[in-house]
């Protein structure tokens, strides 16, 4: 992290609240501090939070000019991190999507085809069987955890599936992606950060053994079995192999997780969106990319400036962080008529920065969308409604932005 001058802080626009603070995010109140610094200062720094000195970039513009010029603002996992936390204990994580051109291009090319529509089509089958067996399998006229019984199962099946692994291991695969996505201030301590490369060092273990395997077969469409088979994956180090199975764990499951539950809370405060897609049934892709501009569940991402250089007439200095608030962006009242509102129908929805822009935008999208856009169908079908019966748990982090629990009842649509 770069040391600023004196000076340069003295003249900066101060972000007035700590928008790191996990308390922001667990008690539901980030709503009005990011409108406050959209209004008044989009691009404002906070020198002092547990994770260092920080600039928030917080308007839909800003979020999307940072993101497309990626010369300047780097995600290379050596200048710092694509969080917030600089890295968990200065420990090297080198995963493509902590990389710039050319390793994160080499690398972008091995996985991406994995997501193709041709592969995206037989997908499909998969996720509406394995959602219509979990929505059969609920519990009715009582209350259960929707994140536990429906968000977390649906994502972690289709993630095994794309690893070709048997269902059976997503409690590892679970407790590997939550060790790895844990950004929060709580997390900063030698002990979470020796547990860390204890859980790391197990979940390479297991899938090295995955790896392995595909190295002596033949290539197959699976995730292993291409990373294994390509030059830029298939020689990777240990730190690298870790570092890019945890990417491709938490990518393709807290994020569509919390999309999911986020789904129950959007249709619960706004009843009435429901019936819009009783209504039309073409709405629901829409829907799904409202749910992830209303969600937001990446709340985040951070890049890490190459020189000095200007941003909405600040001056910033090499080596220091800007973050990216997507969940601001996805509220920016500029692009997003009534951007509080939950709405079906709203016709730029797909607009959202939820997925991120530019070089580094989530490979993973277009599956993401199926999952949710099944749950929805599905939902629809059954002519369900999913009553909350309590406040959800928030999860308690500036990076992903979701729920550890929420109890919900099935009740017919009257
Ligand atoms: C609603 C669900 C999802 C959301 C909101 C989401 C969000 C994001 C975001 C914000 C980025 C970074 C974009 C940037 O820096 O500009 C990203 C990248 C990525 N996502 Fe997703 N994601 C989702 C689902 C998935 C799924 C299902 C997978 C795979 C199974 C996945 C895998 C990845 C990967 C591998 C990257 C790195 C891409 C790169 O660096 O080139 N994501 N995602």
């Not at 979990?134 to 977390?152: H, M, R």
């Not at 060790?179 to 301590?189: E, F, K, M």
């Not at 204890?198 to 469409?221: C, H, I, N, S, Y």
């Not at 929805?349 to 490979?363: E, K, N, Q, S």
Request: hydrophobic share 40%.
């Amino acid at each position: 992290m770069a040391t600023i001058a004196a000076p340069d802080i003295a003249e900066r626009p101060i972000t007035p609240v700590d928008v790191s603070a996990n308390a922001l995010y667990t008690e539901n109140r980030w709503h009005d501090p990011f409108a406050e610094l959209r209004r008044t200062m989009p691009l404002s720094y906070r020198p002092d939070s547990p994770f260092g000195g920080y600039w928030s970039a917080v308007t839909y513009d800003l979020v999307q000019q940072i993101e497309i010029d990626h010369a300047t603002f780097s995600s290379a996992w050596d200048r710092g991190n694509i969080t917030i936390a600089d890295g968990v204990g200065e420990v090297e994580f080198p995963n493509f999507i902590a990389q710039d051109p050319p390793i994160h291009t080499a690398q972008r090319k091995v996985i991406a085809p994995a997501f193709s529509p041709s592969q995206m089509g037989a997908r499909e089958k998969q996720v509406v069987e394995r959602c219509r067996m979990l929505l059969d399998a609920l519990p009715q006229g009582e209350t259960f955890d929707w994140v536990e019984q429906v968000s977390i199962p649906m994502t972690i099946g289709m993630l095994l599936i794309l690893f070709d692994m048997p269902y059976d291991e997503w409690r590892d695969i679970k407790r590997w992606s939550d060790w790895a996505s844990g950004v929060s201030a709580d997390n900063l301590t030698d002990e979470y950060r020796a547990e860390f490369m204890v859980q790391m060092g197990a979940m390479l273990a297991r899938f090295d053994r995955e790896l392995e395997d595909r190295r002596a077969k033949e290539p197959t469409d699976d995730l292993l079995s291409r990373m294994i088979h390509s030059e830029a994956m298939g020689n990777m180090s240990p730190m690298e192999r870790i570092a890019n199975i945890a990417l491709l764990i938490v990518g393709g499951n807290d994020t569509t997780r919390n999309s999911m539950s986020g789904m129950v809370e959007a249709l619960d405060r706004f009843p009435d969106q429901l019936d819009v897609l009783h209504g039309d049934r073409s709405l629901v892709p829409n829907a799904a990319q409202e749910i992830i501009r209303w969600q937001s569940p990446v709340t985040h991402m951070r890049r890490t400036a190459t020189c000095d250089t200007e941003l909405a007439g600040q001056r910033i200095r090499e080596g220091e962080k800007i973050v990216m608030w997507y969940i601001s962006a996805n509220r920016d009242e500029n692009v997003f008529e009534d951007a509080d509102r939950f709405d079906v129908t709203r016709k730029n929805a797909r607009r959202h920065l939820g997925f991120g822009a530019g070089i580094h935008r989530c490979v993973g999208a277009r599956l993401a969308e199926i999952q949710i856009g099944t749950l929805i169908t599905e939902i629809v079908e059954r002519n369900w409604r999913i009553v909350p019966q309590a406040e959800p748990t928030r999860l308690a982090s500036p990076f992903l932005h979701g729920f550890t629990q929420m109890p919900v009842r099935i009740e017919t649509r009257g």
